[in-house]
């Protein structure tokens, strides 16, 4: 029976003990899904499972600000990444806040008719590019945590699902069609419309330091749950010799954005570096993670757990390079605003 996992077999969920447990009753609760692939190709992980599920919780869910417009943005990141997965999702989820002409414009290829709309979109494309003029917000700042911190999931989620799920959102890709996507939207709108308390998610976390949440989040919920990420999906360097390591960190401290050409050239060969290949995958390119390349990495020491940590470690660093930008324009505002009050 096909599954939508592509090189992993997550344990059902119904045998799910523990911290999985938990994060599925929240999954269930506040995001309407018992049981996303999502977040279930994470499970043979909980230590990323838990603060990727609080991430996502506290900014798109709970975080201050429209959930149409938090959902606009992601899907903007999910276009930007050609992840169809994300794409088919935020367009069902449209559905469910009840902006249905908005979602099947969006599923046709077409713009929004609301500028508004159109601006949270392209601000969400425009996340991809490290660097990239991000500001004035097409938000109030006051909302900022919740959208810098739900592009910043879709960074993240958008490469796990491309490299270890098929396309397909429901079987067969019945989200193709209209009259399913607009099923599926209203079947979650109650809980997508019910307000949800930030924090919640935060109790999943192993003692989240808020010395390390960054500046942008101020001091919300989401800081604490971005810091947790950070910490977990990076300690996947590990599985990489510092040779490797120092490879994949300069490419992608390097990056600038663009989706790598076609062609044999541009990534490590798999036969002689096949970690650092899948690493850089993973962080630029995840679509293009192949059979081939996960069984010349994968040996019997790396099970689901390994992979899915080095996929983590690699997507996590474009994540980090995208949010050091973010940083930064902090780091710039709050000088120029310091020049113009002394």
Not at 2 to 27: H, I, K, N
Not at 112 to 121: C, G, I, S, V, Y
Not at 135 to 147: D, I, Q, S, V
Not at 257 to 282: I, M, S, T, V, Y
Request: charged share 20%; proline share 8%; aromatic share 6%.
């Amino acid at each position: 029976m096909s599954t939508p996992f592509r090189f992993t077999e997550p344990l059902p969920p119904r045998s799910a003990t523990g911290t999985v447990a938990e994060v599925y009753a929240q999954l269930a609760l506040d995001f309407g899904i018992c049981e996303p692939p999502t977040f279930v190709v994470l499970s043979s992980a909980p230590e990323l499972l838990a603060p990727t599920w609080a991430l996502m919780r506290e900014s798109l869910i709970a975080g201050a600000g429209s959930r149409t417009g938090k959902e606009l943005v992601a899907l903007g990141v999910s276009l930007a990444n050609k992840c169809p997965f994300c794409v088919d999702a935020h367009t069902v989820l449209l559905h469910a806040t009840g902006d249905h002409g908005l979602a099947e414009r969006l599923a046709r290829g077409a713009a929004p008719r609301d500028e508004e709309h159109a601006r949270l979109l392209a601000w969400g494309r425009h996340t991809r590019v490290p660097g990239a003029a991000l500001a004035p917000y097409p938000f109030p700042r006051a909302h900022a945590p919740a959208y810098l911190g739900t592009a910043l999931t879709f960074h993240f989620i958008n490469r796990i699902a491309s490299a270890l799920l098929t396309e397909n959102l429901l079987p067969a890709g019945a989200q193709r069609f209209r009259a399913v996507r607009s099923l599926a939207g209203r079947t979650l709108a109650r809980t997508v419309r019910r307000p949800a308390r930030p924090g919640v998610a935060l109790a999943l976390l192993d003692h989240p330091d808020p010395g390390e949440a960054p500046a942008w989040a101020a001091g919300t919920p989401v800081g604490l749950a971005y810091a947790a990420l950070l910490r977990a999906a990076l300690a996947g360097a590990d599985l990489l010799d510092p040779d490797d390591q120092d490879l994949v960190e300069e490419v992608v401290q390097d990056w600038d954005g663009a989706h790598p050409p076609l062609g044999p050239g541009g990534f490590p060969d798999r036969r002689e570096r096949p970690g650092a290949r899948l690493a850089l995958l993973a962080a630029l390119a995840p679509y293009r993670i192949t059979e081939a390349d996960v069984a010349a990495w994968r040996r019997t020491e790396h099970g689901d757990h390994g992979l899915v940590h080095l996929v983590a470690y690699g997507a996590f660093l474009a994540v980090d390079r995208i949010e050091s930008a973010f940083s930064a324009q902090i780091i710039r505002d709050a000088t120029q605003l310091s020049q113009v009050t002394t």
